[in-house]
């Protein structure tokens, strides 16, 4: 649900308040009960009436998933637009739980017309591990719900800041050991290539 923070939505599109600006991509994002783990988020400006966006700042909160930000990961790709040089977030609040990127004032996400693939997008790429304190198994029934939000500005009404949430669970990659037991009768002349899940 996008919320601005200010003067009346009626000063753009209705539209504005349904369209969605950022998503995670689940696919491509996961984590690792003793490794690290990607995480993708993609902002997106699906304006297709020359809104441009700008004041764009991305916070990704991973509340109580047991996760924290590796340093030093963020990647950046653009999608029908330059990239900015590659920056680290400010990391904040619990086991650094909270990651925010403020993007340049020079960066702008054009509503551009066409069909989706003519969208102006940033993908930030960047790395999670399971902190320190957390157990080796705690990521397993971690409540691993994170929340990804985006403010920005859009050319409409540039003296407003309009925000949207995107909530989803980090999938979580872990080995499913299995285990079969066999058995063999030795007194029945089973020998010891024998092994049978049923024993006479």
Same mark, same amino acid.
Request: aromatic share 8%.
């Given at each position: 649900? @996008? ?18 600006? $950022? %998503? ?28 441009? @966006? ?24 653009? $999608? ?17 739980? $909270? ?9 702008? @996400? ?23 304190? @957390? ?11 994170? %929340? ?23 999938? $979580? ?28």
């Amino acid at each position: 649900m @996008l919320l601005p923070w200010g003067s009346a939505l009626a000063v753009c599109s209705p539209s504005l308040s349904s369209d969605s600006f $950022i %998503q995670h991509d689940l696919g491509a994002s996961y984590c690792e009960l003793c490794g690290v783990g990607p995480v993708r988020v993609r902002v997106t400006n699906p304006r297709s009436n020359g809104d441009d @966006l700008s004041n764009i700042v991305v916070v990704e909160d991973l509340r109580n998933s047991g996760l924290t930000y590796v340093p030093g990961s963020t990647t950046f790709v653009g $999608i029908n637009v330059a990239a900015p040089a590659a920056f680290n977030p400010v990391v904040s609040g619990p086991n650094g739980s $909270i990651l925010t990127w403020t993007f340049p004032p020079g960066f702008t @996400l054009d509503g551009r017309s066409g069909g989706a693939g003519n969208k102006e997008a940033i993908e930030i790429r960047y790395q999670v591990r399971r902190y320190a304190t @957390l157990n080796q198994e705690g990521l397993v029934t971690a409540n691993r719900t994170f %929340q990804g939000s985006v403010r920005f500005a859009p050319s409409c009404d540039v003296g407003t800041t309009y925000t949207d949430t995107d909530v989803d669970e980090m999938p $979580i990659r872990q080995p499913v050991p299995r285990v079969t037991k066999l058995g063999r009768n030795t007194d029945a002349g089973q020998a010891s290539n024998s092994y049978t899940n049923t024993v006479y």
